[in-house]
């Protein structure tokens, strides 16, 4: 079956304590990207990866560290994570990255920073 | 900063009703995709519009790309208990730096009532 896969589903940590979010695609897709989503404002990128190696910032970067080493794997890093990164988190993949391509994604991350 | 403006915000209807939900901006979008999130999942792509005044059509829902390519709007007819969840309106542009990249509006939470 053709999905994108996250894990953790549900993630309770304490300030400071570094994590990963993992992150893989079957589909054989070239674009991929982590969103996050609070209330009120939608959704928001935070990183994206044209390809493997190849990343770049979205909207709201800071905290955040991400890397593409293979295709199917998009992992996302918190090294220091704070309160204020407490969220809902998506992982999404298209197969280019062009205008009106469908994203598919993951059924996300729920992270509580104490 | 391209933003996208939804309304309502939250709806609250009883099944067999009609509604319409809203996605202004001020900015021109190449492209307009809604997107569905049930609780506990991620966004599934419902439709994407590219030419201006194009209306499609997905059983009960209509989707229709303003003129201008400025805003949009979803209708559904005759609700039922199945449209609950949250609808996302995203659009993206072809040209500049921001090529590809998906804007989200806030969402639209809509509750139909048996």
């Known amino acids: 079956e053709a999905q994108v896969t996250q894990n953790p589903r549900y993630l309770i940590t304490v300030t400071g304590k570094k994590l990963t979010v993992t992150c893989s695609q079957n589909m054989n897709h070239e674009y991929m990207s982590w969103y996050r989503q609070d209330p009120g404002l939608g959704l928001r990128q935070i990183y994206y990866s044209m390809n493997v190696e190849v990343t770049d910032k979205g909207d709201v970067p800071e905290g955040y560290k991400v890397s593409r080493k293979e295709k199917r794997n998009f992992p996302l890093i918190l090294e220091s994570p704070s309160p204020n990164q407490t969220s809902l988190y998506f992982c999404?993949?298209?197969?280019?990255?062009?205008?009106?391509?469908?994203?598919?994604f993951g059924p996300g991350t729920r992270l509580t920073v104490l | 900063t391209q933003l996208l403006e939804q309304s309502p915000q939250f709806l609250s209807i009883q099944e067999g009703e009609n509604l319409t939900v809203y996605c202004n901006s001020s900015?021109?979008?190449?492209?307009l995709q809604w997107y569905r999130q049930e609780p506990g999942e991620g966004p599934v792509l419902l439709v994407t519009?590219?030419?201006?005044?194009e209306v499609k059509k997905l059983k009960r829902l209509t989707f229709q790309f303003g003129d201008a390519r400025k805003d949009s709007s979803l209708h559904i007819t005759a609700a039922q208990p199945g449209d609950t969840g949250l609808y996302l309106c995203a659009g993206s542009n072809a040209g500049g730096t921001s090529y590809g990249k998906l804007t989200f509006g806030q969402g639209t939470i809509l509750t139909v009532h048996p």
């Open positions: 519009v590219v030419t201006g005044g």
């Open positions: 900015s021109v979008f190449s492209s």
């Open positions: 999404a993949s298209s197969l280019f990255h062009r205008v009106g391509n469908e994203q598919f």
